[in-house]
């Protein structure tokens, strides 16, 4: 089975940074995407961040310039880097990522870790 580990969440101030840390671990293949999405209160999910394994990466405009998302395709893990935290950015944040489980199999599902509370005060 495939699992997905976050780390870093907290309480912090507006203003301030925070840094999230993923990392999957199991028995596969290859990674594809990661990325990070995140549930504020009352909210839908929503895609914050993702990279692709030759590092490409994209963003929601609301974290442009805040926000970098990285990877070490080595030890399979993704980071969120967030500064200039603002009180909407509070939310519960999740890691996914596109994994092959079987190298004959060229398919991939996407996992999601069981998310980390972010919570910035005013």
């Known amino acids: 089975q495939v699992q997905l580990v976050e780390s870093g969440g907290g309480l912090v101030q507006a203003g301030g940074s925070l840094r999230l840390s993923c990392a999957a671990s199991?028995?596969?293949?290859?990674?594809?995407?990661m990325g990070w999405s995140r549930q504020g209160p009352g909210k839908q999910r929503e895609l914050v961040a993702t990279?692709?394994?030759?590092?490409?990466?994209n963003y929601v405009d609301s974290v442009k310039g805040r926000f970098t998302i990285s990877r070490d395709n080595a030890k399979n893990t993704v980071a969120l880097q967030m500064n200039s935290l603002k009180p909407e950015d509070t939310a519960v944040y999740y890691c996914?990522?596109?994994?092959?489980?079987?190298?004959?199999?060229?398919?991939?599902?996407?996992?999601w870790g069981q998310g980390t509370q972010v919570t910035v005060s005013s």
């Open positions: 996914n990522a596109d994994v092959r489980k079987l190298a004959i199999i060229a398919r991939y599902n996407t996992y």
């Open positions: 199991g028995s596969f293949f290859s990674i594809n995407a």
């Open positions: 990279i692709t394994p030759d590092g490409s990466t």
